[in-house]
């Protein structure tokens, strides 16, 4: 078989033919860049060939890759097929991310699903023969026990911890263990993922863990993701399944491992998703989240062994996924819902989630209405030319001034790239600046006079103007398509906004609150959403972050079985509103694309 040697490790993998470079490298679990997932459109897959013989470039790459970068051996892995030995350098490597792990959190009262009590085995004898099962249903008045718990069991004498939930006993242990009592909340996100480990007596949270989603090596977005699954019908669901639960596995580890304490002390585990995510998690087909007419195969709430889908905990820990309303409305907005008490508001209250799906809730006075606007990846700092995810080395914030060009790296790192909250700062600087009319168009260089401190900071490239953030320690720059894909996701985002006030026949200035939640608009400030426009001018003074209330949501539904019911309900009654189906939806739009007119 063909060998590929990867640089800068100097593994050696071999491989069969008839699959793309990208493909090997994924198959053997090797970080590479991959947004489009494979399909030759975002060009971040990058890898240098060191030696060896690949197929001549293609027409696609000699259009993504730079002339330059041609000479120095660098192809798009997603675009090359080889069949003999090879020597290849990645380009890129995982970096440290930045992970939204806390929120704004109500008071509520904690009452548990999972219970234990010491009872005391008797010591069988001739005249007693009563078996464990029926001696543990005479003392805890349980009239089931599961037949996990019992197969776990030993007939010993003396004292014995019984877990129940919901009326059933799902383990037994010996000796006093109520002292011990564990569980997880976890946020699961198209691109982070938070897990956090809570001591079920008192509340406490004793630890955390984030990372990005592993599912990233089969797209970015749920919809490339949702693809993945059409094209592989054979292992697609699995392979999904497989990679957020072995993530879950490794962040249990690593929190309990931060408490002092086993993963067989975790009895519930509480999940807030998207519905794709939730999907994906439990192994269910997402295909018909991705088609219309969006019918998913649930949206009700889950409570299922742990173990069912594989997650290391307890032997009988359960597994509760909170509900969602619709293919688009998941259950971490239905969290999202819950936590800010959008469902007790007097007033009206406009909730929204920023992100590759732009999730928003409308409640007027306690009348639920919500919409889901792709927005698409973009303001994640994906199919952005210099696009990254908010990594350590990211621009997040940008100035323009007249002595320059002024960047704010994460980590204080060399700049390689910018992230969300970046080409949001950049785009409102164009704005402000003039670089870049309300029509999104930059203007024409020749109109500035070359003493104008605007006139560096802008090239040609052919016919394509572009704007240059750093030429250090590599070009970084800001395309015309950049600034498009923000425009798409602000008009996305806007015209929901306003769609569902039209809906509610509630004016701009009616609003009392505009909540801002989930892991990129907690890092957004309220100028650069106003600034270009993806939110009114008008709600500026009106604006609370809420933080990450998706894993706030699942906290409470692990402390309290109230509070699964009444987020239960609240998806019931949700009212979902199809933009696509509203009434002169593609006209407001088109109107939302407008950027903001700096010069009134």
Same mark, same amino acid.
Not at 89 to 118: C, Q
Not at 215 to 242: A, N
Not at 403 to 421: F, N, Q, R, Y
């Given at each position: 078989?063909?060998?590929?040697?990867?640089?800068?490790?100097?593994?050696?993998?071999?491989?069969?033919?008839?699959?793309?470079?990208?493909?090997?490298?994924?198959?053997?679990?090797?970080?590479?860049?991959?947004?489009?997932?494979?399909?030759?459109?975002?060009?971040?897959?990058?890898?240098?060939?060191?030696?060896?013989?690949?197929?001549?470039?293609?027409?696609?790459?000699?259009?993504?890759?730079?002339?330059?970068?041609?000479?120095?051996?660098?192809?798009?892995?997603?675009?090359?097929?080889?069949?003999?030995?090879?020597?290849?350098?990645?380009?890129?490597?995982?970096?440290?991310?930045?992970?939204?792990?806390?929120? !704004?959190?109500?008071?509520?009262?904690?009452?548990?699903?999972?219970?234990?009590?010491?009872?005391?085995?008797?010591?069988?004898?001739?005249?007693?023969?009563?078996?464990?099962?029926?001696?543990?249903?005479?003392?805890?008045?349980?009239?089931?026990?599961?037949?996990?718990?019992?197969?776990?069991?030993?007939?010993?004498?003396?004292?014995?911890?019984?877990?129940?939930?919901?009326?059933?006993?799902?383990?037994?242990?010996?000796?006093? *263990?109520?002292?011990?009592?564990?569980?997880?909340?976890?946020?699961?996100?198209?691109?982070?993922?938070?897990?956090?480990?809570?001591?079920?007596?008192?509340?406490?949270?004793?630890?955390?863990?984030?990372?990005?989603?592993?599912?990233?090596?089969?797209?970015?977005?749920?919809? *490339?993701?949702?693809?993945?699954?059409?094209?592989?019908?054979?292992?697609?669901?699995?392979?999904?399944?497989?990679?957020?639960?072995?993530?879950?596995?490794?962040?249990?580890?690593?929190?309990?491992?931060?408490?002092?304490?086993?993963?067989?002390?975790?009895?519930?585990?509480?999940?807030?998703?998207?519905?794709?995510?939730?999907?994906?998690?439990?192994?269910?087909?997402?295909?018909?989240?991705?088609?219309?007419?969006?019918?998913?195969?649930?949206?009700?709430?889950?409570?299922?062994?742990?173990?069912?889908?594989?997650?290391?905990?307890?032997?009988?820990?359960?597994?509760?996924?909170?509900?969602?309303?619709?293919? !688009?409305?998941?259950?971490?907005?239905?969290?999202?819902?819950?936590?800010?008490?959008?469902?007790?508001?007097?007033?009206?209250?406009?909730?929204?989630?920023?992100?590759?799906?732009?999730?928003?809730?409308?409640?007027?006075?306690?009348?639920?209405?919500?919409?889901?606007?792709?927005?698409?990846?973009?303001?994640?700092?994906?199919?952005?030319?210099?696009?990254?995810?908010?990594?350590?080395?990211?621009?997040?914030?940008?100035?323009?001034?007249?002595?320059?060009?002024?960047?704010?790296?994460?980590?204080?790192?060399?700049?390689?790239?910018?992230?969300?909250?970046?080409?949001?700062?950049?785009?409102?600087?164009?704005?402000?600046?003039?670089?870049?009319?309300?029509?999104?168009?930059?203007?024409?260089?020749?109109?500035?006079?070359?003493?104008?401190?605007?006139?560096?900071?802008?090239?040609?490239?052919?016919?394509?103007?572009?704007?240059?953030? *750093?030429?250090?320690?590599?070009?970084?720059?800001? *395309?015309?398509?950049?600034?498009?894909?923000?425009?798409?996701?602000?008009?996305?985002?806007?015209?929901?906004?306003?769609?569902?006030?039209?809906?509610?026949?509630?004016?701009?200035?009616?609003?009392?609150?505009?909540?801002?939640?989930?892991?990129?608009?907690?890092?957004?400030?309220?100028?650069?959403?106003?600034?270009?426009?993806?939110?009114?001018?008008?709600?500026?003074?009106?604006?609370?972050?809420?933080?990450?209330?998706?894993?706030?949501?699942? !906290?409470?539904?692990?402390?309290?079985?109230?509070?699964?019911?009444?987020?239960?309900?609240?998806?019931?009654?949700?009212?979902?509103?199809?933009?696509?189906?509203?009434?002169?939806?593609?006209?407001?739009?088109?109107?939302?694309?407008?950027?903001?007119?700096?010069?009134?």
């Amino acid at each position: 078989m063909p060998k590929i040697t990867v640089w800068p490790e100097g593994k050696i993998y071999e491989y069969t033919k008839g699959k793309t470079l990208l493909e090997i490298l994924l198959a053997e679990k090797i970080f590479v860049d991959n947004p489009c997932n494979g399909k030759g459109v975002c060009g971040k897959c990058r890898v240098k060939i060191l030696s060896g013989s690949v197929p001549e470039i293609c027409e696609t790459e000699s259009k993504l890759l730079k002339t330059e970068e041609i000479e120095a051996g660098i192809r798009l892995s997603c675009l090359v097929n080889p069949e003999n030995d090879l020597e290849i350098e990645l380009l890129t490597k995982e970096k440290k991310h930045e992970v939204l792990t806390t929120g !704004y959190i109500p008071e509520f009262d904690f009452d548990l699903d999972i219970e234990k009590r010491v009872i005391e085995i008797r010591k069988p004898t001739l005249e007693d023969q009563t078996p464990l099962e029926d001696q543990i249903k005479e003392q805890t008045g349980m009239r089931k026990i599961s037949f996990r718990a019992l197969q776990s069991a030993s007939f010993i004498p003396g004292k014995v911890t019984v877990v129940l939930h919901e009326g059933e006993v799902i383990q037994i242990e010996e000796g006093d *263990t109520t002292d011990s009592l564990y569980g997880v909340a976890i946020d699961i996100g198209t691109t982070t993922v938070v897990c956090a480990l809570i001591d079920m007596i008192t509340g406490k949270e004793l630890a955390n863990a984030s990372m990005i989603n592993a599912q990233k090596h089969f797209g970015l977005d749920v919809l *490339t993701r949702i693809t993945y699954e059409l094209e592989h019908p054979e292992d697609g669901v699995e392979k999904l399944r497989s990679a957020i639960v072995e993530s879950i596995n490794d962040m249990i580890c690593d929190i309990c491992s931060q408490a002092g304490i086993s993963k067989e002390q975790i009895y519930e585990i509480a999940v807030g998703a998207n519905c794709t995510m939730m999907h994906m998690l439990l192994g269910v087909d997402a295909t018909p989240i991705g088609k219309a007419p969006y019918a998913p195969m649930f949206v009700k709430a889950r409570d299922i062994p742990a173990e069912l889908i594989g997650i290391h905990a307890a032997k009988g820990a359960r597994l509760y996924c909170l509900p969602s309303v619709s293919a !688009y409305i998941g259950a971490d907005i239905v969290a999202g819902a819950y936590v800010c008490e959008l469902k007790k508001e007097e007033g009206n209250v406009l909730f929204i989630d920023i992100g590759t799906n732009g999730e928003i809730v409308l409640s007027n006075r306690g009348e639920l209405l919500c919409c889901s606007c792709a927005a698409g990846p973009a303001l994640e700092g994906m199919n952005i030319s210099s696009g990254m995810r908010a990594a350590e080395g990211a621009i997040e914030d940008v100035q323009i001034t007249e002595e320059g060009v002024k960047l704010k790296v994460i980590g204080d790192e060399p700049p390689a790239g910018i992230c969300g909250s970046g080409i949001l700062a950049v785009v409102k600087e164009l704005l402000k600046s003039g670089l870049v009319r309300k029509d999104g168009a930059f203007i024409k260089k020749d109109k500035l006079e070359e003493t104008d401190y605007r006139y560096p900071m802008l090239q040609l490239d052919g016919r394509k103007r572009e704007f240059i953030m *750093t030429e250090e320690p590599e070009k970084l720059l800001i *395309t015309q398509g950049d600034v498009r894909q923000v425009q798409l996701a602000k008009g996305a985002i806007l015209s929901g906004f306003i769609a569902l006030l039209n809906k509610a026949g509630i004016q701009m200035e009616d609003l009392d609150k505009v909540m801002i939640a989930g892991q990129f608009g907690a890092h957004l400030p309220a100028d650069s959403l106003t600034g270009t426009g993806i939110l009114p001018k008008e709600v500026e003074d009106k604006l609370v972050y809420v933080g990450n209330s998706s894993k706030t949501g699942a !906290y409470m539904a692990l402390m309290s079985a109230k509070v699964k019911r009444e987020m239960e309900e609240l998806a019931h009654d949700m009212d979902y509103m199809e933009l696509g189906a509203t009434k002169g939806y593609e006209r407001l739009f088109s109107d939302c694309l407008i950027f903001p007119d700096f010069n009134k």
